[in-house]
């Protein structure tokens, strides 16, 4: 992915990158509601720090105190903050009067929000769906490998992307970042994203959830069918559509995921004593 | 295996846990998936932690940490009942019941002891202020390895010492009727999951997507990885539609070089 960078980097930016791509998988390491991410931020640009200010004591104190402020976005998309990071604070070591402090706390605050919602649409309900559902069905049938797959799927793809992000922070400037943000393009890879996620919640609706029942209703002249084969004449499945849409109606009513499964419980439970599954 | 001795070992996984993911920050080995299986291989029962992990994965599935609060700790709330199950044999679906009540009271115990995690941070103001990078660092990784993981640990301990060892005795007296509908009712649960995600991706746009996965497990009956490559495939197709649509609209010559480097993510 390095490659696909023009600038060169020179061996301690790279060192400082590989610093800033480790320890910033710390961050709930000491997550607290009042910095959140904020302190092992700080701990991510040491290094940076001691590179760019030198031996200017005064400025680099400055810039430690401010990176331990407040902040909380994803922690992949973290990368793209943290690298551009590096790049305002070299800027600012450069000419201090031209980059203020308060311009670089400005800039990190302002990606926060539309990286953690980019960050958390993308990961939670597409990248981590895809990995679930894969390992799902291999680990219902008993084999390790569906774990495996899973971490690999999900936590690879993490990783990978927050390598290139905190590459592409540091060599491509905030100008451009900006401009992507405006031209709509978070947008469309959160439509993608959506999409790929909802094709898999179908499939895995359909793979995993098990709702059957054996009523049977009376045709008429003696003869009986079972109820579940009228409904699946329809669309297969019919009744887990039925539940799933069922579900998404409660929750829109702002029902807890909580009540929600008692309610499952007393219609299991009430539904098998009356025969009903 | 007593329970005291299960306990033991399993705080000691959880705790190795806690630390993985303190380092990782990558939201994958505190899911049901990976914990259910660990917990499986240490009681040495590794298909029913496996098989528990992906009922349980399902339902967490919708369920995640957005600004950093999570309504059920999903990691406690698959070490415990896949515990329960392995240890005294306690009904598999009434096991995943108790699931997410299990990881809430674990959240609000763990909240209660965050203060303990809140009494030092003055501290880091404090070494950040005299720039003292080393005493920072210090405190850092305290954090990491043992003020933040610690109050769970000890949570967790109790849970499985205390509770877990009463379930074999509450399970031996269900009836015939509570087994067969718990039974019906975590066949539904696993719905919960993916309603909640569901509803937060659903959009008129988009929502005949869901029905294209649905129909090709149910009608077609390919296998997830199948519709894994042809779930990619559609997402490229509407990002490169949607794409070009903005770039025949003009106007953002400039972007363009970014779409291009962004397409190489998927």
């Known amino acids: ?277 | 295996m007593s329970v005291i001795q299960a306990a033991i070992i399993l705080t000691i996984m959880n705790y190795v846990i806690s630390v993985l993911d303190n380092f990782m920050a990558w939201d994958a080995t505190w899911r049901p998936l990976f914990v259910g299986w660990l917990t499986g291989l240490c009681l040495g029962d590794q298909k029913t932690g496996l098989i528990m992990g992906a009922q349980l994965e399902a339902i967490y599935m919708g369920i995640s940490a957005i600004g950093g609060v999570i309504p059920s700790d999903p990691e406690s709330g698959t070490l415990i009942p896949v515990a329960a199950v392995i240890l005294t044999h306690t009904d598999m679906s009434a096991a995943i019941a108790l699931a997410i009540p299990v990881g809430t009271l674990i959240n609000y115990a763990n909240t209660l002891c965050s203060p303990i995690q809140l009494a030092f941070l003055g501290l880091y103001d404090k070494y950040a202020a005299e720039n003292n990078q080393k005493a920072y660092v210090r405190l850092h990784y305290l954090y990491c390895l043992l003020i933040t993981p610690l109050p769970r640990t000890l949570i967790i301990f109790l849970a499985l010492w205390l509770g877990v060892g009463n379930l074999g005795g509450i399970n031996n007296a269900m009836p015939l009727w509570l087994i067969n509908g718990l039974d019906a009712a975590s066949g539904m649960l696993v719905a919960i999951g993916f309603g909640i995600l569901t509803s937060m991706i659903w959009s008129k746009k988009l929502g005949i997507f869901f029905f294209v996965g649905f129909v090709l497990a149910e009608m077609l009956g390919l296998k997830t990885i199948g519709i894994a490559i042809i779930a990619l495939a559609i997402a490229i197709s509407i990002f490169l539609i949607e794409n070009g649509i903005k770039q025949a609209a003009g106007s953002h010559a400039e972007p363009v070089k970014e779409e291009a480097k962004e397409d190489s993510l998927f």
């Open chain 1, 1 to 277: 992915m390095e490659n696909t960078q023009k600038k060169q980097l020179t061996p301690i930016e790279k060192k400082n990158l590989r610093h800033m791509f480790w320890t910033s998988g710390q961050m709930w390491g000491d997550f607290t509601m009042v910095k959140m991410e904020g302190n092992t931020y700080a701990y991510c640009m040491l290094p940076i720090i001691n590179e760019v200010y030198g031996d200017n004591k005064e400025l680099a104190t400055e810039a430690f105190v401010r990176n331990t402020e407040f902040f909380n976005t994803h922690a992949s998309a973290a990368g793209l903050v943290m690298g551009l990071s590096y790049a305002l604070e070299r800027e600012r070591a450069h000419d201090p009067e031209a980059v203020s402090g308060e311009m670089i706390t400005n800039i990190k605050t302002s990606l926060m929000g539309p990286l953690a919602a980019i960050g958390d649409s993308i990961f939670f309900n597409c990248i981590r769906v895809i990995a679930a559902g894969i390992g799902i069905s291999l680990a219902s049938q008993g084999n390790p490998l569906g774990v495996f797959l899973f971490v690999g799927i999900y936590g690879g793809i993490f990783l990978a992307l927050k390598w290139y992000l905190l590459n592409l922070g540091y060599t491509v400037g905030t100008a451009t970042i900006k401009k992507a943000f405006e031209s709509g393009i978070i947008q469309t890879i959160s439509d993608a994203a959506c999409a790929m996620g909802l094709v898999m919640v179908g499939s895995l609706v359909s793979s995993m959830v098990s709702i059957s029942s054996p009523l049977k209703v009376a045709m008429g002249g003696g003869a009986e069918m079972v109820l579940q084969d009228i409904f699946d004449g329809i669309i297969p499945g019919f009744l887990k559509l039925v539940l799933l849409f069922g579900i998404v109606a409660l929750i829109r009513k702002k029902w807890k995921p909580i009540w929600i499964i008692m309610l499952i419980l007393v219609i299991g439970v009430v539904g098998s004593v009356l025969g009903v599954f």
